[in-house]
């Protein structure tokens, strides 16, 4: 008995317990299941909304500031926000079973920014929806709320109020691109209107406006249950007070009742598209429904937040950035305007000149641009030779058949320049038919370039060795004796005929050039002189070419007319015979002419290629003169124009009765301080022109090498 009161009682008292424990989280559930009745938010802006109140998907974004962006200005994106509970719209009239649609009020303050002002796209919609996102929908005119298979079925159950800126895209080609739509389960729209607001000046003054124009739009939608109409208004939301008339006014909204369920969402969709793209932004947001008249909350510009900037730019960038972008994009520009300016500059110096004073009053100076246009700016196909202290080019001055040769030397230091150019001036009056006339100068920079006539044979180092190799052909004895003798001319003038002296310092086959008649002229004369100016005073400089250098100049380094006859000997020997004046250390030609002539074979110092095809006694006359042309003794030397005489037969070579004062310790003597400049050929070069190289060497490989 006890037992069965002791059960009873402990399972009341689990009754209850499961009772107290189950009941109310059974009440609870379903409180937390079933939707309030009344629904009223709002957002003055969203700053914390997400995720506890608002669900957004795709392109949209709560910023920083408190705006909701539904989507950016990137192309084919969609961006759905919505409130994230359901409201119940539906109202169920006990007493007849028959249902309504409640009232319902919304008020929403956006800003739509095109990427460009004609470029805009496509809108967004505020909307009704069975669900808190849009699956499936798709981008441009479908605003991101339906897509091409489901638009327009039924079973939707969607209601949207489309705020359209993309001109006929849909709705047929009548629509504008700026107009309010009110769509069922479709994007065509069953009724539009184009943006306009009516201004409180009179009651149907409408003004219209833009709904991309950058800066916020105040939108009012209230619908009426009872009545099942709808009054939809469209403002910039700047202006000081509500229109006084809705844009849509009492529209009777049967059809909503077909589309609106139980428990609907409220939201946002928008879309952008591949060419034309908006930014569109929501700023803030009131809705109410349920009761006898729900109205959203005013949203007062001052308490929501500031519209982001309006400005036109690409991709929605910051103020910050954008500011960086443009002091970047203006530094890079101005220092591409000043790296351009430079390159201009420089292109212009290349070829400008900066005179110094004493330039300028010189008949003789050439403009250093006249001369980069007439050879091509120096281009390497206009090198017609190098060496002999410089390069040569060939140029065309004014016609084509005006041609020139400018010699581009390059002066180890522009010391003696002014001096040198001084006689430059003086050089450009010669006049010579055995001369390379010089026709002027110019200086530029560390490049000083002389501008002769232009010969286009060649020299007669190359008409000697290489020439003849090639084609088999020699240079016959007429042509090698008229050469002797021209060039021995040219000296002459130089020498003694013109009003002072030259001396020519580097008399050598290369420095002649043979015209197509066999005429030779003498190039080069004087230029020496700039090498001996341009060195330190202190050493003694010595400037020549192995082989054709007199004994005295190793001694004193002083440059004759005597001087120049030596180096004319050692050409003459070489004209005769075809051999270079040295090939190694212990040949030297008049040594070994000198041999012959003792031991009477001088007949066997003629060059061989030229079999029996010259002329006994003018070989014989030319060894002669040859050979005293290379004693010993500057003193005993014969001067050019006797040298002529000679080569004329006007006047006999005297006997030969010592050894020309040669002596092999003699010869090959030179002070130890000396320094020399020296331009050396090469018998083994196989080059066209001339092969020569410039070199400075010092006195212990002048005695030991070459
Ligand atoms: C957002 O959600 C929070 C928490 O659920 C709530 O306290 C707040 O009132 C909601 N805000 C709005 C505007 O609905
Ligand atoms: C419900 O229906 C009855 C009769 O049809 C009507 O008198 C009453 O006003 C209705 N109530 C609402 C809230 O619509
Ligand atoms: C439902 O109520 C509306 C008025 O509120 C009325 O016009 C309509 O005929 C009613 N429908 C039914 C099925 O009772
Ligand atoms: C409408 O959609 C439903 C389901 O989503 C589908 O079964 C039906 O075929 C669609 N109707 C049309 C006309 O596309
Ligand atoms: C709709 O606007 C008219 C004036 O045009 C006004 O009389 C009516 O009350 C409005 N309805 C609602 C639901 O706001
Ligand atoms: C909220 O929004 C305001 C602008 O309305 C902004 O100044 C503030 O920084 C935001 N606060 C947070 C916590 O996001």
Not at 187 to 194: A, C, G, N, R
Not at 538 to 550: E, F, K, Q, S
Not at 569 to 584: A, F, H, M, Q, Y
Request: glycine share 8%.
């Amino acid at each position: 008995m006890y037992q069965s009161f002791m059960d009873t009682t402990r399972s009341i008292i689990s009754l209850i317990l499961f009772l107290l424990l189950t009941i109310p989280a059974g009440a609870q559930r379903t409180s937390k299941e079933s939707t309030p009745t009344t629904t009223d938010f709002t957002f003055r802006g969203f700053n914390g909304s997400q995720p506890a109140n608002i669900s957004i998907e795709g392109a949209a974004t709560i910023k920083p500031n408190g705006l909701l962006r539904l989507t950016d200005r990137n192309p084919n994106v969609i961006g759905t926000a919505f409130y994230n509970k359901p409201v119940r719209l539906l109202e169920t009239n006990i007493s007849s079973t028959n249902t309504t649609v409640r009232s319902f009020s919304t008020s929403f303050v956006f800003v739509i920014i095109p990427s460009s002002s004609s470029n805009g796209g496509y809108g967004f919609t505020f909307t009704l929806s069975p669900t808190p996102n849009r699956p499936g929908a798709e981008t441009e005119q479908f605003l991101g709320l339906l897509n091409k298979n489901n638009d327009g079925n039924s079973t939707n159950h969607v209601f949207a109020v489309e705020f359209d800126t993309v001109q006929g895209f849909k709705d047929g080609a009548y629509s504008s691109g700026n107009h309010i739509g009110l769509n069922f389960n479709s994007l065509k729209s069953d009724f539009q209107e184009p943006v306009v607001y009516y201004d409180n000046d009179g009651p149907n003054r409408k003004e219209d406006f833009w709904l991309q124009s950058g800066d916020p739009i105040r939108a009012l939608l209230d619908y009426d249950g009872p009545t099942q109409t709808l009054n939809f208004t469209v403002y910039p939301a700047k202006s000081k007070s509500r229109p006084i008339k809705p844009l849509i006014s009492q529209l009777p909204v049967p059809k909503l009742s077909e589309i609106v369920q139980e428990e609907m969402f409220v939201g946002f969709t928008a879309a952008t598209g591949r060419d034309q793209s908006s930014a569109h932004y929501v700023m803030g947001w009131s809705f109410s429904s349920g009761g006898e008249n729900p109205l959203a909350a005013t949203l007062d510009l001052s308490e929501i937040p500031p519209p982001p900037p309006n400005k036109p730019k690409k991709r929605g960038y910051n103020g910050k950035v954008i500011a960086l972008i443009v002091a970047l994009s203006t530094v890079i520009s101005i220092m591409l305007v000043l790296l351009l300016l430079f390159l201009i500059y420089r292109k212009r110096m290349q070829q400008e000149e900066i005179l110094e004073d004493w330039e300028i009053d010189h008949p003789h100076r050439f403009r250093y641009r006249d001369l980069y246009k007439a050879t091509d700016g120096f281009k390497e196909n206009r090198i017609v030779g190098t060496g002999g202290f410089g390069t040569v080019y060939r140029g065309n001055i004014r016609t084509s058949s005006d041609q020139i040769a400018v010699k581009k030397i390059t002066p180890n230091s522009m010391q003696g320049v002014r001096e040198f150019v001084a006689e430059i001036e003086s050089l450009g009056r010669l006049r010579h038919k055995n001369l390379v006339n010089l026709q002027g100068w110019c200086k530029h920079k560390n490049d000083l370039l002389l501008i002769y006539e232009y010969i286009p044979n060649g020299s007669l180092d190359s008409l000697l060795y290489s020439k003849p190799r090639r084609s088999g052909e020699v240079l016959t004895w007429k042509a090698r004796f008229q050469i002797a003798k021209g060039i021995a001319s040219g000296l002459l003038y130089l020498h003694e005929e013109w009003e002072q002296i030259v001396i020519h310092r580097d008399v050598k086959p290369s420095n002649v050039l043979i015209e197509s008649d066999m005429n030779p002229r003498l190039g080069d004369f004087g230029l020496a002189r700039l090498y001996e100016r341009g060195s330190q005073s202190r050493t003694t400089v010595v400037v020549g070419t192995i082989g054709y250098m007199a004994p005295e100049l190793a001694r004193n380094g002083n440059s004759s007319s005597a001087s120049d006859v030596f180096a004319f000997g050692v050409l003459l020997l070489e004209i005769v015979s075809g051999r270079k004046p040295t090939d190694s250390g212990t040949f030297f030609i008049a040594d070994w002419v000198m041999e012959l002539e003792e031991s009477g074979e001088i007949l066997s110092a003629i060059d061989p290629r030229l079999g029996s095809g010259y002329e006994e006694g003018e070989v014989r006359l030319a060894l002669a003169v040859g050979l005293l042309c290379c004693h010993q003794k500057p003193g005993s030397r014969p001067s050019m124009r006797m040298v002529l005489r000679y080569l004329n037969r006007d006047e006999d070579v005297p006997e030969i009765h010592d050894n020309w004062g040669y002596s092999d310790s003699s010869r090959i003597d030179l002070g130890s301080k000396l320094v020399g400049y020296v331009s050396s050929d090469r018998a083994s070069s196989s080059h066209s022109h001339t092969s020569l190289s410039l070199t400075r060497i010092s006195s212990t490989s002048f005695t030991s090498g070459r």
